[in-house]
């Protein structure tokens, strides 16, 4: 395996994804201690770690971002991407997962983090990323290897073949055996692991391991299933071979073992990365790209460094590029770039150019985005990558808590919106609020931590303002009249307007059956605008909603009528009418449909109960092995803070859609709150 001869797959670029808290950051800092590109490891606790750099991120303990780091390893250059691990900031992960060559997922014996490591296996098998699974924190193993391979299964599509077998002393285990290379190696803290003799027990257990390995390898390779047959020995050349030609198709995933927090397992990782990871070529491939002279990239990830302003961070997909070069993107935008950085955590370093493979930040490219394609030709390149935000799921009204910042707070939101597309910015145009929406109190808790340490911007929130409206029950006849005397022309207008309620989701409508000129035609769109004005705030204080507005007769004055009187005139025709019409408060229903592991069903149609919801069935997820889909409708009040008990109870790995369905009645002691509550808000 190990002739350290330069690798002609080119800069490599690699994923580091998994479960929240599996040790990703930590698995980068032992990877970067490991070949040099840091003195020593720093640790996500200690605030000192080349990811979590940003404060948001430091201050939680977590990773809230993307972060890229460059160093190399027996001469060649990789490029390793620390993934955020929780649900509500994956949506960094699905944007730069198109652009790896390979993922590592890192996870740990832990069977409550099973449905979480299934979603992040499924986004890899749908995108035909190959990937390595990273067993991490291996010294606190408790149960036997087979065990956690055969709990970890499930969530994967594919065989997970052990690559190494832990060596066990007493309950501790102390280093691992490489089926493919078969040696024993002991761990030595931070240090390189030493070969041992390979001999007893551990001999036996090799054997019948590596012919487990061998056996699924087989499954895909005929000479080598005859090769079992028989009882022969195949040649470790051959081993190599069938492991990374069954890797890159997406036939296996290989599991190895180690605790990055000593360092364990990081060198044979990086072996198995160097030699049997598909490299740029394979890459452009797999994303459909076209051979051609220009440079070609993928622009996975928008920064706003204060010093630096916006910095794209990309990966050359194929081609050559010089600082200073124009790019055409593939949504229709161009800039020139001002600067390529080498990306290494949060210290970067200005270079010439770029190749084929390398990942860079290109800087001020002003006009293009997150996911864009650009191009160093003369022609707007085609879009190979679509990574749409999952829709969000909680929201928060937000302002400017000193009404001078409102204008920094909008390009602030901006910002961040390029940065993070999962956020998403809302004007209600009734209420007039800014609503920030999110994938998660997390989410919009890092988000206002942003607005106040990077922009300046403090903010006040509260949850969003609920869509009620009102209609009317019964029919009634009204007139308004406006006549108003104040010297030289005064104002007349005088309507007859026949209000009654329609079906539910009906609307508005407006008709006129004047007769006789009582209201001359080029009056009667005054009228109509009145009413709408009218219709805006109802006698309970909200928008009417579902009712037909009639203009029958009225009178007018041949000097002091206006387009003005006639417009107040059926506004106050229409707020003195309803009244007297039976008002009923109306409540949006939306259609919810939640995705969440088979054992957590229960806990979730209990807590659909208690918030209003109307369960209309589940059924198995389609294509998810172990997952369910619960449908209900749910009055949008009860809907506020769901994903917070929902994450709660299935270990942060559910999720919900929503989708307005209707607007249903909300009468007695509720309605009266909610009609309370309005009023003293107002």
Not at 181 to 197: C, N, P, T
Not at 204 to 217: P, V
Not at 473 to 482: E, L, S
Request: net charge negative.
């Amino acid at each position: 395996m190990g002739q350290d001869v330069r690798s002609p797959r080119g800069p490599r670029c690699i994923a580091l994804v998994g479960p929240f808290q599996s040790g990703k950051t930590t698995l980068l800092e032992a990877i970067l201690a490991r070949t040099g590109a840091i003195p020593r490891a720093g640790s996500v606790d200690a605030g000192t770690s080349v990811g979590d750099a940003s404060p948001e991120a430091r201050h939680h303990k977590m990773t809230v971002g993307l972060t890229a780091a460059t160093t190399s390893f027996m001469g060649d250059s990789y490029t390793f991407l620390d993934c955020p691990g929780s649900v509500e900031f994956a949506h960094d992960m699905r944007a730069a997962l198109p652009a790896v060559d390979a993922a590592v997922v890192v996870c740990e014996a832990d069977e409550k983090k099973l449905p979480q490591l299934q979603i992040i296996l499924r986004e890899l098998e749908e995108l035909k990323i190959p990937r390595f699974l990273f067993l991490n924190k291996i010294d606190r193993a408790n149960k036997r290897i087979r065990e956690t391979l055969a709990t970890l299964q499930p969530a994967s599509r594919v065989p997970l073949v052990l690559r190494q077998i832990p060596i066990w002393n007493g309950e501790l285990i102390e280093g691992f055996v490489d089926l493919a290379l078969e040696r024993a190696f002991v761990y030595r803290e931070h240090k390189a692991s030493e070969v041992v003799a390979l001999e007893g027990g551990d001999l036996d257990r090799e054997k019948e391991a590596r012919f487990s390995m061998l056996e699924k390898l087989a499954d895909h390779d005929d000479a080598l299933m005859e090769q079992l047959l028989e009882d022969i020995q195949p040649p470790r050349d051959a081993v190599f071979d069938d492991l990374a030609r069954e890797l890159r198709e997406g036939l296996i995933c290989p599991v190895l073992l180690g605790a990055a927090a000593r360092e364990n397992g990081v060198l044979r990782l990086m072996k198995a990365l160097r030699h049997e990871a598909p490299g740029i070529a394979e890459t452009a491939k797999r994303l459909g790209a076209s051979e051609a002279k220009d440079a070609l990239g993928y622009v996975f990830k928008t920064l706003h460094s204060q010093h630096g302003g916006k910095l794209s961070l990309t990966r050359l997909i194929a081609g050559h590029l010089d600082d200073g070069a124009t790019l055409q993107s593939s949504s229709g935008g161009a800039g020139r770039i001002a600067g390529i950085l080498a990306v290494n955590g949060a210290y970067d370093s200005k270079r010439p150019s770029a190749e084929a493979g390398d990942t860079v930040a290109l800087g001020k490219l002003d006009p293009i985005k997150t996911g864009d394609m650009v191009s160093s030709g003369k022609t707007q390149p085609t879009a190979l990558v679509v990574a749409e935000p999952t829709p969000p799921v909680l929201g928060m009204s937000i302002a400017a808590s000193d009404r001078k910042d409102d204008v920094k707070l909008g390009q602030a939101l901006a910002r961040l919106h390029e940065e993070d597309p999962s956020l998403v910015i809302v004007q209600n145009a009734q209420t007039h609020d800014t609503v920030l929406w999110g994938q998660g109190e997390m989410h919009l808790r890092v988000e206002v931590e942003r607005l106040r340490d990077r922009f300046g911007v403090n903010v006040k929130s509260h949850p969003p303002a609920i869509g009620y409206q009102e209609t009317i029950r019964k029919p009634i006849t009204q007139r308004g009249r406006h006549k108003k005397q104040s010297g030289g022309h005064g104002q007349f207008g005088d309507v007859v307007l026949d209000i009654r309620p329609l079906q539910r989701g009906d609307g508005f409508k407006f008709a006129e059956k004047v007769v006789g000129g009582a209201v001359p035609r080029n009056y009667i769109p005054a009228v109509e605008e009145g009413v709408v004005d009218g219709l805006t705030r109802g006698p309970l204080g909200f928008p009417v909603t579902d009712v037909q507005v009639t203009l029958t007769d009225g009178s007018f004055h041949s000097v002091d009528s206006s387009d003005l009187a006639f417009r107040t005139a059926a506004r106050i025709g229409l707020s003195e009418g309803l009244p007297q019409c039976q008002p009923v408060l109306l409540e949006p229903i939306h259609m919810v449909e939640i995705v969440c592991p088979t054992d957590a069903t229960a806990k979730i149609n209990a807590i659909l109960s208690a918030r209003r919801g109307q369960i209309l069935g589940f059924d198995t997820r389609d294509g998810w092995s172990g997952w369910d889909c619960v449908r209900a409708m749910m009055p949008e009040a009860e809907i506020g803070e769901l994903i917070v008990e929902l994450r709660s109870a299935t270990a942060g790995a559910g999720s919900f859609t929503r989708q307005f369905d209707h607007m249903a009645e909300v009468t007695g002691r509720a309605a009266d709150q909610i009609i309370a509550a309005h009023r003293d808000a107002a």
